[in-house]
C-alpha cells in the first residue's frame, strides 16, 4: 500500500475513533451531568413531599372555611345558633390551651386505641378462621357483612343492659362496629391470593401456622389495610357516639364536651370540638394513607 494512502486510512480511522469518543461523553453528559449537577438534598426531598401531600388539603381547608363563611354571611340561621369560622376558630384555640381538652383527649384517644387494637385481634382470628373453614363460612360469612351494616348506635341500650353505664359498654360497641370490617377486609385479602403462589408455598413446604404467617397474610396485607382503615372509621364513630351516650360519672372526654357544650347552648364550643373530631379523623387518614402508600410502593405497583 503506497505511504500516503496508508496515512490517509489512518486519519480516517482516528477522526472515526474521536468521533465516538465525544458520542460516547455527550451520552454520559446526557445520563449522568443532571444528577451530578441537581441531586437535590434529603431537606430538599422532604420539602417537596410535604407540600406535595399538604397544599390539596390546605386549599380543601380554605374552600370549606370559605364556604361555611358564606353560608353564614346567608344568614341562614342567626349567628349565635350557627356562628362562622371568625368566632369559633378563636374558641378553638382556646380550647387546645387548656388542660382540660388534653384530659379530654387522653381519654378519648386511650378509648380508641385499646378498642380498636381489642377489634383488631378479634377481626383477625374471626377472619382467619372464616377463611379457613369453609362450613364456618357458610354459616356466619353473611352475618359478619350484616353486623358490619348495622349502625353503632343500635347496640348501645343492649351494651348498657349488658355492662351498665361503663367502659365496658363503649368498648362492647366499638369491638362489634369495628371487627367485622377487619374480618371481611382479611377475608377479601386471603380470597384474592394468587393460586400460583399458593402452589409454591406448598412446594416449599410452608404448613399450618407458617403458611399464614410467611405467605398468605403478607399476600393479602393490601387488602387488609383496607379493612383496618374502614374498621378505624366504625371504631371512631361507635366511640363518638358511646361518649355521648354513655356518660361515666361526668369523666371529661370529648364526647362530654360536646354534650356540655349542647347543653348549656354554647354553639362556638360545640362546633370548635365538632372540628377537632374531624381533624382527629384526617390524621389518622393520613397515617393509613402513608401505609398503603408504602405498601404498594414496596410491591413495585406505585412509586
Known amino acids: 500500500m503506497p505511504l500516503d494512502s496508508a496515512t490517509t486510512a489512518q486519519q480516517r480511522a482516528d477522526a472515526r475513533t474521536g468521533q465516538d469518543e465525544r458520542e460516547v461523553a455527550g451520552l454520559d453528559a446526557l445520563e449522568l451531568g443532571p444528577q451530578r449537577l441537581v441531586e437535590p438534598n434529603g431537606f430538599a426531598v422532604w420539602g417537596k413531599r410535604l407540600w406535595d401531600a399538604?397544599?390539596?388539603?390546605?386549599?380543601?381547608?380554605?374552600l370549606v372555611l370559605g364556604a361555611w363563611q358564606a353560608v353564614v354571611w346567608s344568614e341562614w340561621k342567626p349567628e349565635f345558633v350557627f356562628p362562622g369560622p371568625d368566632k369559633v376558630l378563636p374558641v378553638l384555640l382556646g380550647e387546645v390551651t387548656t388542660p382540660r381538652f388534653w384530659?379530654?383527649?387522653?381519654?378519648?384517644?386511650?378509648?380508641?386505641?385499646?378498642?380498636?387494637?381489642?377489634?383488631?385481634?378479634?377481626?383477625?382470628?374471626?377472619?382467619v378462621a372464616v377463611s379457613r373453614i369453609k362450613p364456618l363460612r357458610a354459616a356466619i360469612g353473611s352475618l359478619i357483612t350484616g353486623l358490619q351494616t348495622m349502625p353503632s348506635i343500635v347496640w348501645f341500650p343492649f351494651a348498657m343492659l349488658l355492662y351498665g353505664i361503663t367502659e365496658s359498654a363503649i368498648m362492647f360497641v366499638i369491638i362489634l362496629g369495628a371487627a367485622p370490617s377487619i374480618a371481611n377486609g382479611l377475608v377479601s385479602g386471603?380470597?384474592?391470593?394468587?393460586?400460583?403462589?399458593?402452589?409454591?408455598?406448598q412446594v416449599v413446604g410452608l404448613r399450618g401456622i407458617a403458611r399464614y404467617r410467611y405467605l398468605i397474610v403478607p399476600a393479602a396485607l393490601p387488602t387488609f389495610v383496607a379493612g383496618l382503615k374502614q374498621g378505624w372509621a366504625f371504631a371512631w364513630r361507635?366511640?363518638?357516639?358511646?361518649?355521648?351516650?354513655?356518660?361515666?360519672?361526668?369523666?371529661?372526654?370529648?364526647?362530654?364536651?360536646?354534650?356540655?357544650?349542647?347543653t348549656m347552648n354554647n354553639s362556638e364550643r360545640l362546633l370548635s370540638y365538632i372540628l377537632i373530631v374531624l381533624i382527629i379523623g384526617i390524621v389518622i387518614d393520613i397515617f393509613f394513607s402513608y401505609a398503603d402508600k408504602s405498601i404498594r410502593k414496596r410491591w413495585g405497583i406505585s412509586t
Open 54 to 62: 399538604s397544599w390539596p388539603k390546605a386549599l380543601a381547608l380554605v
Open 103 to 127: 384530659e379530654a383527649m387522653q381519654v378519648t384517644m386511650q378509648r380508641a386505641l385499646s378498642g380498636f387494637a381489642l377489634a383488631v385481634v378479634v377481626g383477625v382470628l374471626v377472619g
Open 190 to 201: 386471603i380470597d384474592y391470593v394468587s393460586p400460583n403462589l399458593l402452589r409454591v408455598g
Open 238 to 262: 361507635s366511640l363518638m357516639a358511646g361518649e355521648l351516650l354513655v356518660i361515666i360519672d361526668q369523666q371529661n372526654s370529648i364526647g362530654w364536651a360536646l354534650s356540655q357544650a349542647r
